[in-house]
């Protein structure tokens, strides 16, 4: 019995290889956008319809072109963020149409609640980049959302974001509005603004939204995060070496376009696949099988020296309790020790994706912080180790007031600003608070400490100029 996650050998790595290769040859992957299947023809690669089949040579040709690490920029260049090799960032959660309220409930999310978590993103000492969709604003007319969004992200977090790859119109809007907050397309070609998520529809598809968006991004030089989310048994095998190489052809294939459109531009490879729930036929992000994958997409990442990426505080919980807690670090640790480069959903996420909590976010905020913490290298240097201190306690002695203790006490032992270490008097004396509540009530303060980071109000000006331009008459609740 094993005492820790599965190391793939190199011999079963190119296993998984190979019979990606194979499904590319005699099966091919349907494309459901003309223009991708246009660019796949002109590159000579071998199209049927919409099926498109990928050579050996087609995938080994990309890969030698995809860059291993990258900067994606922020407004403030103090933000800039290192991609890739031993430089990872966290995200918020992505997707959600809903937010759990302290009591539990569920409410459809609400542009205010999309600002408000882009506040919390910058105000986080945990949250290294700003997200997109971090909830579904049913407020925003649909025409423009991508565009409320994306101003939000820029106008109240100068931190690096993702991008809006809704469809084609919204990834070259997304490119537009960044080329005006960047002073020019130019900018944008050296180190991307943004991430954008690029999922297959799987078994072996790519949506016309997916693959055009992918397209307009990487011509725009901004990077993509080509993933899959594959349900054992459901839409993937229902083995996990299975799954992994059905993942592997559709990423592969993805990473492929990109190259083709523009050589170089930088891509991560990525997963979120897990189990599905044999009772409900519900996705399983709780499961213990999705952290498995996060591990070995870890390692097919670094077998093709590309970044990676996965889920952070994945759960299936519906409330903010231990199930969630449990659940979300699992899968968080495990994307930070697997050496997972871009770890989305991070902080907020609850129930599968279905939503946001704000108290959720700072639990899973100090849980980050936490985990910083555990990975800090530690120097060992005889002044660590001070031996001298040691021989001066002497045996039955204490280090309480020692000068170096009192030098180093905040800075040598994490202090939580969430978690309880008070003994059981204290914590009753308190009105005996659990970590929810705690949450709550620190919610309001932390908003209220956020500051507009610094813009000329002429570059202010010209990005909501843009994108009214962009909006075509749909009103925009960002402005």
């Given at each position: 019995?094993?005492?820790?996650?599965?190391?793939?050998?190199?011999?079963?790595?190119?296993?998984?290889?190979?019979?990606?290769?194979?499904?590319?040859?005699?099966?091919g992957?349907v494309?459901?956008?003309?223009?991708?299947?246009?660019?796949?023809?002109?590159?000579?690669?071998?199209?049927?319809?919409?099926?498109?089949?990928?050579?050996?040579?087609?995938?080994?040709?990309?890969?030698?072109?995809?860059?291993e690490?990258?900067?994606?920029?922020?407004?403030?260049?103090?933000?800039?963020?290192?991609?890739?090799?031993?430089?990872?960032?966290?995200l918020?959660?992505?997707?959600?149409?809903?937010?759990?309220?302290?009591?539990?409930?569920?409410?459809?999310?609400?542009?205010?609640?999309?600002?408000?978590?882009?506040?919390?993103?910058?105000?986080s000492?945990?949250?290294?980049?700003?997200?997109?969709?971090?909830?579904?604003?049913?407020?925003?007319?649909?025409?423009?959302?991508?565009?409320?969004?994306?101003?939000?992200?820029?106008?109240?977090?100068?931190?690096?974001?993702?991008?809006?790859?809704?469809?084609?119109?919204?990834?070259?809007?997304?490119?537009?509005?960044?080329?005006?907050?960047?002073?020019?397309?130019?900018?944008?070609?050296?180190?991307?603004?943004?991430?954008?998520?690029?999922?297959?529809?799987?078994?072996?598809?790519?949506?016309?939204?997916?693959?055009?968006?992918?397209?307009?991004?990487?011509?725009?030089?901004?990077?993509?995060?080509?993933?899959?989310?594959?349900?054992?048994?459901?839409?993937?095998?229902?083995?996990?070496?299975?799954?992994?190489?059905?993942?592997?052809?559709?990423?592969?294939?993805?990473?492929?376009?990109?190259?083709?459109?523009?050589?170089?531009?930088?891509?991560?490879?990525?997963?979120?696949?897990?189990?599905?729930?044999?009772?409900?036929?519900?996705?399983?992000?709780g499961?213990?099988?999705?952290?498995?994958?996060?591990?070995?997409?870890?390692?097919?990442?670094?077998?093709?020296?590309?970044?990676?990426?996965?889920g952070?505080?994945?759960?299936?919980?519906?409330?903010?309790?231990?199930?969630?807690?449990?659940?979300?670090?699992?899968?968080?640790?495990?994307?930070?020790?697997?050496?997972?480069?871009f770890?989305?959903?991070?902080?907020?996420?609850?129930?599968?994706?279905?939503?946001?909590?704000?108290?959720?976010?700072?639990?899973?905020?100090?849980?980050?912080?936490?985990?910083?913490?555990?990975?800090?290298?530690?120097?060992?240097?005889?002044?660590?180790?001070?031996?001298?201190?040691?021989?001066?306690?002497g045996?039955?002695?204490?280090?309480?007031?020692?000068?170096?203790?009192?030098?180093l006490?905040?800075?040598e032992?994490?202090?939580?600003?969430?978690?309880?270490?008070?003994?059981?008097?204290?914590?009753?004396?308190?009105?005996?608070?659990?970590?929810?509540?705690?949450?709550?009530?620190?919610?309001?303060?932390?908003?209220?400490?956020?500051?507009?980071?610094?813009?000329?109000?002429?570059?202010?000006?010209?990005?909501?100029?843009?994108?009214?331009?962009?909006?075509?008459?749909?009103?925009?609740?960002?402005?």
């Amino acid at each position: 019995m094993h005492n820790r996650m599965q190391t793939l050998t190199k011999q079963e790595m190119d296993k998984i290889h190979e019979a990606s290769l194979k499904i590319l040859e005699t099966t091919g992957i349907v494309f459901n956008d003309p223009e991708c299947l246009e660019i796949f023809k002109q590159h000579g690669l071998r199209v049927e319809g919409k099926k498109v089949f990928p050579a050996a040579k087609d995938v080994e040709t990309a890969l030698k072109t995809c860059p291993e690490t990258f900067v994606v920029k922020a407004l403030n260049p103090d933000n800039n963020r290192k991609v890739g090799l031993d430089d990872f960032v966290m995200l918020p959660g992505y997707g959600a149409p809903f937010v759990t309220l302290p009591d539990g409930s569920q409410r459809k999310s609400e542009f205010k609640d999309y600002v408000n978590l882009v506040k919390l993103v910058q105000t986080s000492p945990s949250i290294d980049m700003n997200g997109f969709l971090l909830v579904e604003p049913c407020d925003s007319d649909h025409r423009a959302a991508h565009l409320d969004m994306l101003l939000a992200g820029l106008l109240n977090c100068d931190k690096p974001l993702m991008g809006t790859p809704i469809n084609r119109k919204a990834a070259s809007d997304c490119v537009e509005v960044l080329a005006t907050a960047f002073g020019g397309r130019d900018q944008l070609m050296d180190h991307p603004a943004t991430i954008s998520l690029i999922n297959s529809l799987s078994p072996l598809q790519f949506s016309e939204e997916m693959a055009s968006s992918l397209v307009q991004l990487v011509k725009g030089g901004q990077a993509v995060c080509v993933a899959a989310l594959i349900m054992m048994g459901s839409s993937g095998p229902i083995t996990i070496p299975g799954v992994l190489t059905l993942q592997n052809a559709e990423i592969l294939t993805g990473i492929v376009l990109a190259q083709l459109v523009r050589p170089g531009a930088p891509v991560i490879y990525g997963s979120t696949s897990s189990a599905m729930d044999l009772k409900s036929g519900a996705l399983a992000c709780g499961a213990p099988e999705l952290s498995m994958f996060v591990n070995c997409t870890a390692q097919m990442a670094r077998y093709y020296h590309l970044p990676s990426r996965s889920g952070g505080g994945l759960n299936d919980s519906l409330v903010v309790d231990a199930q969630a807690g449990a659940e979300s670090a699992l899968s968080l640790l495990t994307a930070v020790n697997s050496g997972i480069n871009f770890i989305l959903h991070a902080a907020g996420i609850l129930g599968s994706y279905i939503s946001m909590s704000f108290e959720k976010f700072l639990l899973d905020e100090e849980v980050a912080a936490m985990i910083r913490r555990m990975i800090r290298p530690m120097p060992v240097s005889e002044a660590d180790i001070d031996v001298e201190s040691i021989i001066k306690v002497g045996p039955g002695g204490h280090f309480l007031t020692q000068s170096k203790t009192t030098k180093l006490c905040r800075k040598e032992i994490f202090q939580p600003k969430l978690m309880n270490r008070s003994n059981l008097e204290s914590w009753t004396a308190a009105g005996s608070p659990d970590l929810r509540r705690k949450a709550t009530d620190k919610l309001e303060a932390r908003l209220e400490s956020w500051t507009a980071p610094d813009m000329p109000a002429s570059q202010r000006a010209d990005i909501l100029k843009k994108a009214k331009e962009l909006a075509d008459g749909a009103p925009l609740l960002a402005t």
